[in-house]
């Protein structure tokens, strides 16, 4: 079955760096696309990134120029890389594939706070 397992959040403070990791199985993850989302305090469940079988990614605007997705697809694996932390980055960030119909981790909680 398709598993999806964060890791890599935590309590940061404003302007730090993090990188988020997901393990992914139970599917063809090299022809898969993958995306991150996050969803903050009393808000929706927003898209932040995708990364394509091919490489090609895309971002939310409100993430353009600080977070960077990337996969490696020999583990298995999709990355996700924020730098100069916000306190607005404070969400739970979830990994997320289509297969049929869309699979979730269990998130990794992202705290930025000095």
């Known amino acids: 079955q398709v598993q999806l397992v964060e890791s890599g959040g935590g309590l940061v403070q404003p302007g730090g760096t993090l990188r988020l990791s997901c393990a992914a199985s139970g599917f063809t993850f090299s022809t898969s696309a993958m995306r991150w989302y996050r969803q903050a305090p009393g808000k929706e469940r927003e898209w932040v990134a995708t990364i394509r079988p091919g490489g090609t990614r895309t971002y939310a605007d409100s993430v353009k120029g600080r977070f960077t997705i990337s996969r490696d697809n020999a583990k298995n694996a999709v990355f996700l890389e924020i730098n100069s932390l916000k306190p607005e980055d404070t969400a739970v960030y979830y990994c997320?594939?289509?297969?049929?119909?869309?699979?979730w981790g269990q998130g990794t909680q992202v705290t930025v706070s000095s």
């Open positions: 997320n594939v289509v297969v049929s119909t869309p699979y």
